[in-house]
Each structure stands twice: as structure tokens, then as C-alpha cells.
């Protein structure tokens, strides 16, 4: 297993902490918030410190965290201290650059909808406008603003509630949900890196809801240790509801395994090792029950 290189962050100079956080934690969604000042201008920036806290009442929170370059406050800080309202705009593929174009620091009052070339559309509970070429739109009260310092890179929490969420029509499936690839959103890493949430980047996990699996720590040992299968290939080993009889497990070698046992009938590491391959081919096929009756069906004795 690879060491560590281990860090103290109250050691680390600002802005070094600050590309390690925002390297090491990501990828992490953009609020893309529309604000106005208390004499109605909008304004408009990104911020990846985002994410969903709550679903009943359903709350988000970003912050919009004091400038390390002169410890200054943001217009989106001080726009919401004075007008409490705020529209989050998700940001998808087709307005990535456009979002980066808007996180300019340009003087107040000034658009950043007409810098970023964005279209303003009317909220219809809050006085922010919405974006109209995202995707997603969540009209929110802000309850609150927690401030967690005043020094440089100190994020200033604001906790709002949906108040109402606009989705375009077309990112919706049949049910009524938002499919991920018709989103196509994008996502902040570190430096000037982002993520693209869609196509190959999207697979899926199943969860263990209905029960919880046996667990990585119920696979007969040397299972556990093999050479052969990864951590995430054990533990989706381990996300079965329970183990495979012994009938179960000796029809599979009868009838999927034969010609293994056959080959390497004189070589048990070598045995091992290609009913683990094998088991490895049934788990990227997404046959998890079939991969753990092939694991099984070796006993080293």
C-alpha cells in the first residue's frame, strides 16, 4: 500500500491549503447564484463550496468564502446580507465557459449576465433572476448567514430554502426525475480542472436497501486475500444478500467451470487464479451471485 504525505493545516500557508482542499476534495457541484443589491442590479458568480443539507425542509448551502488575495468580501456576500434571496443555477456542459466568464471580479453593479452573455429570466417568488440556459434553477430564501471567520479563505455560509425549483422539461425522464446524462452537468475540481457528469463518466452503484450484504469480512479467506480481485471487486462480492448454498455452488462448477478444473487440475495457484479472473469478467458484467458461486467453488483444502 502507497504511504502518505500527511499535512497540519494550521501550518500550511493560505493559499497552499486552499489548492490542497479544493484538489483533494472534488469533484463538487456549482451554485451559480443570482443575487440583486438592495437597489434591484443582479449579479451573478460561482461557487463550488455547494451542496443539497436537507430534503424536508429542502435546504442548500454555498458559500461565497472571504478572497484570500486582500481578505475582501464578495458582491454575492453582501447582496444577500441586505436583499435576503438568492437563485442557485446549476451548471451543465453547454454554459461551463460562460460560468467561468461571470467569476470575474467585476466592479459592483455591473451584470455578469451581460458580461457572460447569459440570458436573465424572472423568478416567480424572489426578486434574483434565473438563468435561463441552465438546466435547473432553485428559487430560495436565505434563512441565514454563518460566518466561520474574517480571516482570508473564511467561508461565509448561506443557508437557504427551495422555495421553488425549475427543471427544463427536456432533462426529466417519464417519472418525472432528472437523468443525469440529459443534465450533463459539470463539476469544480482543483486548479483549472472540471468534471463532466455524463456519458462514461456515469456508473452505477447499486445500494444494499432492501437488506445489507453479508460484508467483505464474510468471503472465505482466501477470497479476502486474493491476488486477483480489488477492494471495490470484494465488496461488491460482499454487497450479497447472503451466500450461495453448496448445491448452488456445485452445479456452477459442474456446469460454468468444468474445463477450469480440468486445465489446472495439477496447479492450485494457477487454478485459483483463473476462477478469480473469471469471477472478475462476471462482476464487470454486472453478475454478482454468478462471480461469488465461481469464488466459492475453490477450496484449497
Do not use: W
Not at 109 to 120: H, N, P
Amino acid at each position: 500500500m502507497n504511504g502518505f504525505h500527511s499535512f497540519d493545516p494550521a501550518l500550511l500557508e493560505g493559499r497552499d491549503l486552499h489548492g490542497k482542499l479544493l484538489g483533494g476534495i472534488a469533484p463538487r457541484p456549482i451554485a451559480f447564484a443570482s443575487t440583486v443589491d438592495q437597489e434591484g442590479r443582479n449579479n451573478l458568480a460561482p461557487f463550488s463550496y455547494f451542496n443539497v443539507f436537507s430534503a424536508k425542509p429542502p435546504v442548500v448551502v454555498f458559500s461565497p468564502a472571504r478572497r484570500m488575495r486582500g481578505n475582501t468580501t464578495k458582491h454575492t456576500l453582501e447582496n444577500v446580507l441586505k436583499v435576503p434571496e438568492v437563485v442557485i443555477n446549476l451548471v451543465d456542459y453547454a454554459m461551463v465557459h460562460a460560468c467561468s466568464l461571470a467569476s470575474g471580479d467585476f466592479p459592483e453593479g455591473v451584470s455578469e449576465f451581460e458580461k457572460a452573455g447569459l440570458t436573465s429570466l424572472a423568478s416567480d417568488l424572489v426578486r434574483p433572476m434565473r438563468v435561463a440556459e441552465s438546466p435547473v434553477q432553485l428559487e430560495c430564501d436565505v434563512l441565514r448567514v454563518d460566518s466561520l471567520g474574517d480571516e482570508g479563505g473564511a467561508g461565509q455560509l448561506v443557508i437557504c430554502e427551495i422555495k421553488r425549483m425549475h427543471f427544463r422539461h427536456d432533462v426529466l425522464n417519464d417519472s418525472g426525475q432528472p437523468v443525469p446524462d440529459l443534465l450533463d452537468l459539470v463539476g469544480r475540481c482543483g486548479g483549472n480542472s472540471y468534471v463532466r457528469a455524463s456519458g462514461g463518466a456515469l456508473f452505477d452503484v447499486p445500494k444494499p436497501l432492501a437488506a445489507p450484504g453479508i460484508g467483505v469480512d464474510a468471503l472465505p479467506v482466501e477470497v479476502r486475500q486474493s491476488a486477483v480481485l480489488t477492494g471495490n471487486e470484494l465488496a461488491q462480492l460482499g454487497s450479497a444478500e447472503a451466500l450461495p448454498d453448496e448445491t448452488d455452488v456445485n452445479d456452477f462448477k459442474l456446469l460454468e467451470l468444468s474445463d477450469l478444473f480440468m486445465e489446472f487440475e495439477d496447479d492450485g495457484a494457477a487454478l485459483e487464479k483463473a476462477i478469480h479472473e473469471h469471477a472478475q469478467k462476471l462482476i464487470a458484467a454486472g453478475d454478482v451471485i454468478a462471480a461469488l458461486k465461481a469464488v466459492m467453488t475453490f477450496n484449497p483444502g
